[in-house]
């Protein structure tokens, strides 16, 4: 069974502070892992597809690895601003089974102070 | 373009009570998913549907959790006799599943089921 581990769990840093978000998974058997961000109230929005193929992908002020063969990914916020205050969360597609569900960690809630 | 709409966005129920949450996918996606998120947690997968079909419903906990997609469209999640255990948000999202490799799911704000 597919699990998804993200550490911390919580992270508060002030403003321009770059930082790294963690994810981790245990069967290296996927599609893809995906980040996503959750604001208090709304949905998920993906900030970045990465396939099991890639090794990263890069949006804008965000850069995310993956380490298929280790079960891990990483996800790096450069120069953060109080609007990166969210919970991100990291989410693997397993490979097979034809519905490609995601698989989702419990989530990173980010703070960042002016 | 409209994204993925839910209704209704708050639902207070007391316990043994019927519920239905309604999905309403971007237009033109075949692929609709039913997520729950319990306080402190990650999404868990519910059920999928292709089109009308319901491709895969493992993620169902139990008989008193069904959904229906009858045109391939609108969806909606039917909970029979809810139990204090079901108050969770649930989320909707829907993609083109053009290929599994690049597929990316558009969600829906949610509904909060709240069980009394």
């Known amino acids: 069974k597919q699990e998804v581990t993200q550490i911390p769990a919580a992270l508060s840093v002030p403003e321009g502070e770059n930082l790294v978000l963690n994810c981790s998974f245990t069967d290296s058997a996927i599609y893809n892992l995906q980040w996503f961000r959750q604001d208090p109230g709304k949905g998920l929005t993906s900030l970045l597809l990465i396939q099991s193929s890639q090794r990263e992908q890069t949006s804008g002020r965000l850069n995310a690895s993956l380490d298929k063969s280790s079960g891990r990914s990483t996800l790096y916020i450069a120069a953060s601003q109080p609007g990166d205050s969210a919970t991100y969360l990291c989410?693997?597609?397993?490979?097979?089974?034809?519905?490609?569900?995601?698989?989702f960690g419990k989530g990173t809630k980010l703070t960042v102070n002016p | 373009g409209a994204g993925v709409s839910q209704t209704p966005s708050n639902k207070v129920t007391e316990k043994g009570k019927y519920v239905e949450l309604r999905c309403d996918p971007i237009s033109g996606h075949t692929a609709l998913y039913w997520y729950r998120q319990s306080l402190g947690q990650g999404p868990e997968f519910l059920i999928y549907f292709q089109g009308t079909g319901a491709a895969d419903d493992s993620g169902l906990p139990n008989d008193r959790f069904f959904a229906v997609r009858p045109e391939g469209s609108v969806s909606t999640l039917k909970i029979q006799r809810t139990e204090r255990g079901d108050s969770a948000v649930y989320l909707c999202?829907?993609?083109?599943?053009?290929?599994?490799?690049?597929?990316?799911?558009?969600f829906g704000p949610g509904t909060r089921l709240t069980v009394l």
């Open positions: 989410a693997v597609t397993r490979l097979g089974g034809g519905s490609e569900k995601l698989v």
């Open positions: 999202a829907s993609s083109l599943k053009v290929s599994a490799s690049t597929d990316t799911q558009y």
